[in-house]
T-cell receptor, first 120, second 111 residues
Framework: GAVVSQHPSWVICKSGTSVKIECRSLDFQATTMFWYRQFPKQSLMLMATSNEGSKATYEQGVEKDKFLINHASLTLSTLTVTSAHPEDSSFYIC????????????????FGAGSRLTVL | GQNIDQPTEMTATEGAIVQINCTYQTSGFNGLFWYQQHAGEAPTFLSYNVLDGLEEKGRFSSFLSRSKGYSYLLLKELQMKDSASYLCAVRESGGGFKTIFGAGTRLFVKA
């Protein structure tokens, strides 16, 4: 099945530093990846849609200069949290759409394992 | 606007059946998904409905009524390991495959 690898799984950083999170599709090509953010006991909030070879599409209220997304290849998207602050501490999850089955036209989201960011 | 509603919490007994409801109002519709998420982990895909009716997959079934903007996830023969959050998600129409998630229903299975 489709596998999405996300790294690092957890990171602790000082306020003001930048953190990069990588999302890779291991056995399929992902022209589109999605970045979500999840606070404790809350659902996933879509931050942006990452498109290979073009600019990301950000959701309303998400600062594009704060959360830099780069989708340089068909298997890799990165999210960089710039000048991180404690309020940026959260669980960040990437996902890519993959075909449900070989003979199916349906696409489902396959998620990475998530990256837990703690900003001190 | 976009709105996906599902109960916040449910409790059920091991071996029983539980139904988790989801209602949605979204700008366009191109499929409804149910995901399972254990605490601290990423969501995993459970089921997909794009046409009205029931999709059965082992102990899990999912139902969709597009005219009513309604879906449910049915879990049979509950096991302790089914204790998790269950997320209802709707994919919007258009080519972007943008998927919006409900707040999730935390299911507690007790012995």
């Amino acid at each position: 099945g489709a596998v999405v690898s996300q790294h690092p799984s957890w990171v602790i950083c000082k306020s003001g530093t930048s953190v990069k999170i990588e999302c890779r599709s291991l056995d399929f090509q992902a022209t589109t990846m999605f970045w979500y953010r999840q606070f404790p006991k809350q659902s996933l909030m879509l931050m942006a849609t990452s498109n290979e070879g073009s600019k990301a599409t950000y959701e309303q209220g998400v600062e594009k200069d704060k959360f830099l997304i780069n989708h340089a290849s068909l298997t890799l998207s990165t999210l960089t949290v710039t000048s991180a602050h404690p309020e940026d501490s959260s669980f960040y999850i990437c996902s890519a759409r993959a075909r449900l089955a070989a003979n199916s036209g349906a696409n489902v989201l396959t998620f990475g394992a998530g990256s837990r960011l703690t900003v001190l | 606007g976009q709105n996906i509603d599902q109960p916040t919490e449910m409790t059920a007994t091991e071996g029983a059946i539980v139904q988790i409801n989801c209602t949605y109002q979204t700008s366009g519709f191109n499929g409804l998904f149910w995901y399972q998420q254990h605490a601290g982990e990423a969501p995993t895909f459970l089921s997909y409905n794009v046409l009205d009716g029931l999709e059965e997959k082992g102990r899990f079934s999912s139902f969709l009524s597009r005219s009513k903007g309604y879906s449910y996830l049915l879990l049979k023969e509950l096991q302790m390991k089914d204790s998790a959050s269950y997320l209802c998600a709707v994919r919007e129409s258009g080519g972007g495959f943008k998927t919006i998630f409900g707040a999730g229903t935390r299911l507690f299975v007790k012995a």
